[in-house]
């Protein structure tokens, strides 16, 4: 049985794992954030998040199977996965065993494949099945699991060789392009959305194309009012269970966006509301950091922000779309405003120009294209006359 205790460390909650010990017989222990601060009326919900996290790490492993070649190859990356779970964040583990569980397993369980069997053809027929109906991209995702499975089945001398190495995609047929709402659209959404738990969700995703994860994780701390900025370095997310993170996506999602006047209005008027609530409830008050939360104070969840948000757009006849296509609402309306690709790829924290170009270049062309009809009608003007 895994064990653990509750810590704290730097003002913060910390459920401190011991995960046994290496090969050297030293003790391994795992820190993992809470994402709670030491002060009063956390210490309960603490604990609670602290047995929430013993409990995932004493999720019962599956029955102990004989480690060599002749195991099923399905069996093979069951266990291979909970043997990553000690060395990889708790919702990329979740996200794995998702991939693996809906789609890796049952089908090479039913294939009965050994893993000494395992070839480039069963591989390869499996993901042709799977592109018939998943986009490339998710496939890629499987591919991750089962690249680095085999690969550790080499280094520990059960096959000779990784058959997924040379496996190869073929190209998704249309290239993605994102929804997005127009500047009138825009600007009723905005006012239809006023006064609803979820408005500050869609200023922060139309006024600044923050992702949901980014939205959900935003901290007033993250805010510096007296230099008008805003820093995006907290984020949460959800797989099967909730998890706050003191980090982003990637390196350059960690990024420090201007505070414009009218954003800046709006988080101060909000600001004060969650005050007001707050004094109101009294010792009945959650009293965390976020800014996106409950009137009692609970952060609303990513998954939450989502579902009320497909709601509130069928009940007010808006087009469906994703929370992220506000994202590409933001983008959509800095390009008809003049601003450059780079600077709207800073903003959005993509790692690079080309992601942006990507997902917006049918944006950019149009852009284009009305940019040369202004001059054909100085030219036209200049031919009447």
């Known amino acids: 049985m895994v064990t653990g205790s509750l810590q704290v460390s730097n003002g913060k909650y910390y459920s401190v794992i011991n995960l046994g010990k290496n090969s050297e017989g030293k003790r391994v222990q795992k820190r993992v954030p809470l994402q709670l601060e030491d002060i009063k009326g956390n210490k309960k919900l603490a604990k609670a998040k602290h047995l929430e996290t013993l409990a995932f790490y004493n999720i019962p492993k599956p029955e102990t199977k004989t480690m060599d070649s002749n195991v099923l190859f399905s069996d093979y990356l069951d266990l291979w996965l909970e043997e990553k779970k000690a060395t990889i964040q708790i919702t990329t583990y979740e996200s794995y065993r998702a991939t693996a569980d809906k789609h890796v397993i049952p089908y090479f369980k039913q294939l009965g494949v050994c893993l000494s069997d395992i070839s480039r053809e069963n591989i390869q027929k499996f993901y042709d099945i799977q592109t018939k109906t998943l986009k490339v991209g998710t496939v890629k995702k499987q591919h991750a ?123 101060l008027e909000l600001r004060s509301k969650q005050a007001y609530e707050k004094e109101i409830l009294g010792k009945f008050y959650n009293d965390t950091d976020y800014v996106c939360r409950h009137s009692d104070g609970r952060p609303i969840s990513p998954q939450y922000i989502s579902v009320v948000f497909r709601r509130f757009l069928a009940k007010n006849n808006f087009p469906h779309i994703r929370l992220h296509d506000l994202r590409h609402t933001c983008a959509s309306l800095l390009l008809e405003s003049g601003c450059d690709m780079k600077t709207i790829s800073e903003i959005l924290g993509h790692s690079d120009i080309s992601t942006t170009m990507n997902l917006y270049v049918h944006i950019y062309d149009e852009s284009k294209r009305d940019a040369l009809a202004k001059l054909g009608n100085i030219l036209q003007q200049k031919s009447v006359t």
Do not use: M
């Open 145 to 267: 699991l089962i690249r680095p499975a085999l690969q550790k089945a080499v280094l520990d001398g059960l096959i000779e060789n990784n058959p997924s190495i040379t496996i190869t995609f073929k190209r998704e047929r249309t290239r993605f392009v994102g929804k997005f709402l127009t500047s009138e659209q825009t600007s009723d959404l905005l006012d239809k959305i006023k006064g609803s738990l979820i408005e500050p969700v869609i200023v922060l995703a139309i006024f600044l194309g923050l992702r949901r994860s980014e939205i959900a994780g935003l901290k007033w701390s993250a805010i510096d009012f007296e230099r008008d900025r805003l820093e995006i370095c907290h984020t949460v997310v959800r797989i099967k269970t909730t998890h706050a993170k003191d980090e982003t996506k990637s390196e350059s999602s960690n990024r420090i966006l201007p505070l414009i006047p009218s954003v800046k209005s709006y988080l």
